[in-house]
C-alpha cells in the first residue's frame, strides 16, 4: 500500500490506530467548525483533538450515567501514543467502576494540596519551635523603640547585653566584663521560657544582683506580654505570663526604700569634701545636683545653650515633661561661670572626644579581646558623649573624707527634698523645681507658678544651704522683669 502523501487529508468519520504520521497530517476544517477528533482504534475512548489554530492534543472520551465524560490527557508533543493509550485505559476502568475521574483527580488534587499545607505548617511549627528569645527580643525593641525614651531602650539594650568584653571600669582595665541579668535567657528558644525557667533565673540573680534582677524581671515580663499580643509569637508563649508567678515575685523580693540623705549638720563637711575636688568641673556639677534637686544626668548633660545668664534660667530635659525651666540661682551661676567652654556641654570631658578618636579606642579594645597588639597611637577617651561620666567615686571620696556613709548622686536629689522641709516650702514649689508632676488636681490645673515665683523660692532654699555649710552666699545680679507670665516654663 502506498504511503499517503503529507498533505493528503484524514478521514475524521473512521477510527484509525493513530501514528505519529496520521497525527501529522491532521488538520480542522476550519470551515465547518472549530475542532476536530481522530479516534484511536486500539484504545478505546482515546481521541486526538485538533483546533482551527493547529493546536493537538490526546483526549479521552466516555460516557457515565447517560452522560458524556471528556479529559484532556495532554499535549502531543509531550505524550507519546503509547502513554495516551495507557492513561485512556485507566480512564476507562474507572468509568466502568462508576468513577467520574474528573472527581477523582480534583478529590485527590484536593489531598495534595493538604499534605502539602500540613508538611508546610509543621515545617513552620518547628522553625517556630527553634526561635529564640534574643531573635523575638531585638524585633520587639526594634518594634517599640519609638514609644520609648532613650534611657528605657537602653536599659532593654544593656540588660540583654552578653559579658566578655574589655572593662574600662571598676577594674582598671584588666578584667571582663560579665553577662548581663536577661543574657542567659536569650540563648533559648522562646517556646522553653515558661514558669520554672523564669523562676530558677530569678533565684540565681537575686543571690549576686537583686537590683538589676528586679528591674530585668519587670522588662521581661512587660516582653512576654508584647509576645502574647503578636499573632506570630501567641502560639510560643504560655497563656498566663511566665514572669508573673508569685514564687518569682517573692524570690526577688521587694526594693528597699532609699533613705541616703544630707542631714543639716553635715552640710559643712560635705561642702567642704566636694569642694576640693581636684577636678573642677566634678565638683561643680556635684554641687548643682544637690542645688537643684534634678536627676544627676540631667544636670550632666546640660548644654550651655539651657543656660540663660539675662533672664537668670535653667532649662533641664527631663524625662517627665521634656524640658523644664528652673531659676538660675546665684550660687549656681557662679560656679558655671567658672567653667572652661570646652564644647557644648558645660559639664564637658577634660578630653572632649572625636569621631577618629571614638574610632580609635574601639579598634583598640577590640584588638585587646582578641589578643592582638593594639596598633601604635591610640586614644584614651574620657567620655564618648563630650560630658563627663556620673562621677559616682569622686563623690564618694569626698563623702568618705567628709565623713559620710552611703550618700549616692541620687541621694543629693533626695537631700534637696528634705532639706527644704526646714523651710516650709509649699511641696508643688519644691516639685516644679525638680521635675515631679503634680499630685493634686488644684496643683495640676489651677497652680500657675512664672519663673519670677519660683526664684524667690529658690533662692531661699540655696541661700539657706549655703548658710548651713557656714558659707558665703552669692550675691544675685539683677534680674529683668519677664513679660509674660509664662508659669516658669519659658522665657526670652
Keep these: 500500500m502506498a504511503r499517503p502523501a503529507r498533505n493528503a487529508p484524514v478521514d475524521l468519520s473512521q477510527r484509525a490506530a493513530l501514528t505519529v504520521g496520521l497525527i501529522e497530517r491532521l488538520s480542522c476544517p476550519t470551515d465547518t467548525k472549530g475542532q476536530a477528533f481522530l479516534r484511536d482504534s486500539e484504545a478505546p475512548g482515546l481521541r486526538v483533538r485538533v483546533t482551527n489554530t493547529g493546536a493537538k492534543s490526546f483526549v479521552f472520551e466516555g460516557k457515565l450515567n447517560r452522560q458524556t465524560i471528556r479529559r484532556t490527557i495532554g499535549d502531543v508533543r509531550s505524550w507519546t501514543i503509547e502513554q495516551a493509550r495507557a492513561e485512556a485505559r485507566r480512564l476507562a476502568v474507572m468509568l466502568d467502576a462508576g468513577m467520574d475521574p474528573r472527581e477523582v483527580d480534583k478529590r485527590r488534587a484536593e489531598e495534595r494540596l493538604a499534605r502539602a499545607a500540613a508538611d508546610q505548617a509543621m515545617a513552620e511549627a ?23 525614651g532613650a534611657t528605657h531602650y537602653n536599659d532593654h539594650v544593656k540588660l540583654a547585653r552578653a559579658g566578655g568584653q574589655v572593662a574600662r571600669r571598676g577594674t582598671r582595665g584588666t578584667g571582663l566584663t560579665v553577662d548581663m541579668p536577661l543574657f542567659p535567657l536569650m540563648g533559648l528558644p522562646l517556646r522553653a521560657l515558661d514558669a520554672a525557667t523564669v523562676e530558677a533565673w ?9 537590683t538589676s534582677a528586679r528591674l530585668a524581671w ?10 502574647a499580643e503578636q499573632p506570630q509569637y501567641a502560639g510560643l ?6 514572669a508573673g508567678t508569685r514564687k518569682t515575685r517573692e524570690v526577688l523580693g521587694r526594693p528597699k526604700v532609699k533613705t541616703d540623705a544630707l542631714l543639716r549638720e553635715q552640710l559643712a563637711a560635705w561642702f567642704a569634701g566636694v569642694r576640693a575636688i581636684q577636678n573642677p568641673t566634678i565638683s561643680a556639677a556635684i554641687q548643682v545636683m544637690l542645688l537643684t534637686g534634678a536627676r544627676p544626668n540631667e544636670v550632666l548633660s546640660m548644654r550651655w545653650e539651657d543656660v540663660n545668664t539675662k533672664w537668670r534660667g535653667l532649662t533641664i530635659r527631663d524625662k517627665v515633661e521634656g524640658e523644664r525651666v528652673i531659676p538660675l540661682t546665684p550660687y549656681v551661676l557662679s560656679l558655671l561661670q567658672a567653667l572652661p567652654r570646652r564644647n557644648e556641654w558645660v559639664f564637658a570631658s577634660t578630653r572632649a572626644v572625636s569621631m577618629d578618636e571614638q574610632n580609635a579606642r574601639r579598634r583598640a579594645r577590640r584588638a585587646e579581646a582578641s589578643g592582638a ?12 558623649s563630650g560630658y563627663i561620666s556620673e562621677p559616682r567615686d569622686p563623690h564618694a ?14 541621694g543629693l536629689r533626695r537631700s534637696f527634698k528634705s532639706l527644704t522641709e526646714w523651710l516650709e516650702i509649699p511641696a508643688g514649689v519644691v516639685a516644679q523645681i525638680m521635675g515631679h508632676k503634680p499630685s493634686a488636681t488644684a496643683e495640676k490645673h489651677y497652680t500657675v507658678r512664672p519663673l519670677d515665683l519660683l526664684r524667690i523660692h529658690h533662692e531661699r532654699i540655696e541661700a539657706w544651704i549655703l548658710e548651713q555649710a557656714n558659707m558665703p552666699a552669692a550675691n544675685p545680679p539683677a534680674v529683668p522683669r519677664l513679660a509674660l507670665n509664662d508659669g516658669g516654663r519659658h522665657y526670652a
Aim: charged share 20%; net charge positive.
Design 126 to 148: 518547628q522553625k517556630a519551635a527553634q526561635v529564640t528569645v534574643r531573635e523575638v527580643w531585638d524585633a520587639y525593641l526594634e518594634a517599640r523603640k519609638d514609644h520609648w
Design 202 to 210: 530569678a533565684a540565681k540573680e537575686a543571690k549576686t544582683r537583686p
Design 218 to 227: 519587670r522588662l521581661l515580663k512587660v516582653f512576654l506580654n508584647w509576645c
Design 237 to 242: 508563649v504560655q497563656s498566663t505570663n511566665a
Design 373 to 384: 597588639q593594639p596598633q601604635a597611637g591610640g586614644v584614651v577617651v574620657a567620655s564618648a
Design 397 to 410: 571620696r569626698a563623702c568618705a573624707v567628709a565623713g559620710i556613709d552611703g550618700l549616692t548622686l541620687h
